[in-house]
């Protein structure tokens, strides 16, 4: 078994989370990098309680071999001692998109985890990878009480190719 770390590298599909921590900087440009926590961070600080996402494209990949789980990683909290935020991962393929359960936040700091199913259904494959975009969905409680995500990354699970298998490494 071998694993594969993808950080965004850019825009995905949907931004709709409202607002991010360096005002102006690019969402995906906040949650890029190892952990900063409250350095740079998306946030979500709705005037109705719903639920926003961002998804952001990713690193690609010329491995090849046999994927077993991809799983979404995201390091998120809330900014209040109220409670009712929750932050859900979110994986798009092309027109499908395969949604978490969501979490409630702490007022720390936390990193969460779900492996989450290819959206549309089926086997994963590499060249699903390179397509692949992954988020993740913040609700924040009614009035200034924000949720907050400050790291996204995905890992890939597999069993690299071998020359058995007929590839050519």
């Not at 005037?47 to 690609?60: C, G, I, K, N, S």
């Not at 990949?61 to 009712?84: D, E, H, K, M, P």
């Not at 935020?85 to 720390?108: D, E, F, I, K, N």
Request: glycine share 8%; net charge negative; charged share 15%.
């Amino acid at each position: 078994m071998a694993t594969l770390t993808l950080y965004p590298t850019g825009v995905g599909d949907y931004t709709y989370i409202v607002d991010e921590f360096p005002d102006g900087a690019a969402h995906w440009s906040v949650v890029d990098e190892a952990v900063v926590d409250d350095t740079d961070f998306v946030r979500e600080n709705p005037t109705v309680q719903a639920e926003a996402f961002d998804v952001y494209t990713l690193t690609d990949t010329t491995l090849i071999g046999v994927i077993t789980a991809v799983t979404v990683y995201f390091r998120a909290r809330r900014a209040t001692t109220s409670s009712g935020q929750t932050a859900t991962p979110r994986l798009v393929l092309g027109a499908s998109t395969t949604t978490g359960t969501p979490v409630t936040l702490s007022t720390t700091f936390t990193t969460y985890s779900e492996a989450l199913a290819r959206p549309g259904g089926g086997s994963w494959a590499f060249s699903d990878i390179n397509s692949l975009q992954a988020g993740v969905g913040l609700k924040g409680a009614v009035g200034n009480d924000n949720a907050r995500c400050s790291q996204v990354y995905v890992e890939v699970t597999y069993t690299p190719a071998t020359r058995s298998q007929g590839y050519i490494l």
